[in-house]
């Protein structure tokens, strides 16, 4: 069965101060991994997605995930936030088609 | 507009109603997916289409629960017999196709129950 863990519900980062988020996953084959975020007001937005190749992936808003098989973590970086980076972020699994499974989500909260 | 449009945005109904929710994808998007987000949790996959068809409805949660595309455009969702439970913020999404993973999102209709 897959899932998908993001051990922090909630984050406080200064903005200009570097952010992780955490995703464990489990899943039977080969991962497909995303990163989604959820803005008040907004849709669900791809940040980025890995399928094979390099595991540190680069995406939209300066953000970058690493792949890393032997941890089954895809966690999130971001070198410098913004206080326009205050959102929910969801890491995800799933196959390429869409059937993807959602972690519970990790708050962000940016302070000045 | 050019994303994924969702009516109606709030939708509050009584127990035992009948609700119907829909979804206009992106134009030329031939998958479009459904899923359902409780309160402090993720997206629920319910039901992916590929072009008219439902290629995968494993998550609809029982029968009292539909959804429809018929000319592999618009979609709705139709749930019967509500129930508190299905309180929820309805999802609809559109990808291009079934390969990139990249799924497009409405902003949801909040379905209440009372």
């Known amino acids: 069965a897959q899932s998908v863990t993001q051990p922090d519900i909630h984050i406080t980062v200064s903005e200009g101060a570097s952010l992780e988020l955490r995703c464990n996953y489990s899943y039977g084959a080969t991962p497909y991994l995303f990163w989604y975020v959820q803005s008040p007001g907004q849709g669900l937005q791809l940040l980025l997605k890995y399928f094979s190749g390099d595991t540190l992936v680069q995406g939209i808003k300066g953000f970058e995930a690493e792949f890393k098989r032997s941890q089954s973590s895809f966690n999130l970086r971001k070198p410098s936030v913004h206080w326009s980076d205050a959102a929910e972020y969801f890491c995800a699994v799933g196959p390429p088609w869409g059937k993807l499974q959602f972690g519970a989500g990790t708050q962000v909260v940016v302070t000045p | 507009g050019a994303g994924v449009s969702q009516t109606p945005s709030n939708k509050v109904t009584e127990k035992g109603k009948y609700v119907e929710l829909r979804c206009d994808p992106i134009?030329?998007?031939?998958?479009l997916y459904w899923y359902r987000q409780s309160l402090g949790q993720g997206p629920e996959f319910l039901i992916y289409?590929?072009?008219?068809?439902?290629?995968?409805d494993s998550g609809l949660p029982n029968d009292r629960f539909f959804a429809v595309r018929p000319e592999g455009s618009v979609s709705t969702l139709k749930i019967q017999r509500t129930e508190r439970g299905d309180s929820a913020v309805y999802l609809c999404?559109?990808?291009?196709?079934?390969?990139?993973?990249?799924?497009?999102f409405g902003e949801g209709s909040r379905l209440t129950v009372l």
């Open positions: 999404a559109s990808s291009p196709d079934s390969q990139t993973g990249e799924l497009f």
């Open positions: 289409f590929q072009g008219t068809g439902a290629a995968d």
């Open positions: 134009s030329g998007h031939t998958a």
